[in-house]
């Protein structure tokens, strides 16, 4: 039976894809934008359970398990959100450069069997930015909706120096451990 992937993330279908999960992609939006937290894992947490709640409201489980997830990254002490503009993955993308980048990703999972809420975490040290490197990056519009504008198998990957965690859990989706529970 396939899983209904709640997310519009062509990142999360592609990692289910390769993890040879089958689901179908449909969803229903939440407003992360009202969320209060002080710490990226209270973030996190929060918005995947609006998700979730929304999600569960508009599809239940009875008809496919339910799959819900969302990433944040931080930096230097600070929640690196999605940015709104080019100046704004700027900024967030020099927080990151030559420092410690830890990528938090929330997920639930829900069928009738049984139910999995997964926080898990992957930190990057990464190398500082070469600042043309940044601009290409900038200028590709790859960086839009990507949580801290971080694309760790794109732009940043030439840029790391050390990693601490599955990178599937940095691209949004932990299917290591998804894996392990279904």
């Not at 709640?6 to 939006?29: C, G, Y």
């Not at 932990?174 to 529970?181: A, G, I, Q, W």
Request: hydrophobic share 40%.
């Amino acid at each position: 039976m396939p899983i209904r992937l709640a997310s519009s993330s062509i990142t999360r279908a592609m990692l289910l894809q390769n993890a040879n999960i089958n689901f179908i992609q449909e969803s229903v939006d939440f407003d992360e934008e009202q969320i209060v937290a002080s710490s990226p894992k209270n973030f996190v947490y929060q918005a995947t359970l609006g998700k979730y709640e929304a999600n569960f409201k508009a599809f239940g489980i009875e008809q496919y398990p339910l799959l819900v997830a969302d990433t944040v990254v931080t930096s230097q002490n600070q929640i690196l959100r999605k940015a709104r503009c080019i100046d704004d993955a700027r900024n967030i993308l020099m927080t990151q450069s030559g420092n410690i980048t830890s990528i938090v990703t929330c997920m639930i999972y829900h069928s009738k069997e049984k139910k999995l809420i997964d926080i898990s975490q992957t930190d990057y040290i990464f190398k500082p930015f070469d600042m043309d490197d940044l601009e290409n990056y900038l200028k590709s519009g790859e960086w839009r909706g990507k949580a801290g504008a971080c694309m760790v198998e794109g732009f940043c990957k030439p840029y790391i120096k050390e990693v601490k965690g599955f990178e599937s859990t940095a691209m949004g989706l932990s299917v290591e451990v998804l894996k392990r529970f279904i």
